[in-house]
């Protein structure tokens, strides 16, 4: 049985910083694609990174050069390092895994319950 479990959000004024974690069980983060998502009330689900196994990252244009994936595969964690943080980043957000090579929304299989980031101005 596969569980993602999500800790790290909070709430942080504009400027801040947060770490994200996601400890996963039954799945092994070093395989395929691991990524975080996020939702805002009343908006669609975004992709916010994406991680290969290979190491190859992705970004949302939102969040480019402001966070960070990464894993520890000793761990069997994926991180989701957030600076600069803006008002506009506040949502729920999710981890999740893709056990496919797609890497692509449709393709993730596999979700946790979700941290709740709330960023202040």
């Known amino acids: 049985q596969v569980q993602l479990v999500e800790s790290g959000g909070g709430s942080v004024q504009a400027g801040g910083s947060l770490r994200l974690s996601c400890a996963a069980s039954?799945?092994?983060?070093?395989?395929?694609?691991m990524g975080w998502f996020r939702q805002a009330p009343e908006k669609q689900r975004e992709g916010v990174a994406t991680?290969?196994?290979?190491?190859?990252?992705t970004y949302a244009d939102s969040v480019k050069g402001r966070f960070t994936i990464s894993k520890d595969n000793a761990k069997n964690t994926l991180y989701l390092q957030m600076n600069s943080l803006k008002p506009e980043d506040t949502a729920m957000y999710y981890c999740a895994a893709d056990p496919t090579v797609y890497c692509s929304g449709g393709y993730f299989r596999y979700w946790g319950q979700g941290t709740q980031v709330t960023v202040s101005s």
């Open positions: 991680i290969r196994n290979n190491g190859i990252t």
């Open positions: 039954g799945y092994t983060v070093s395989s395929n694609c």
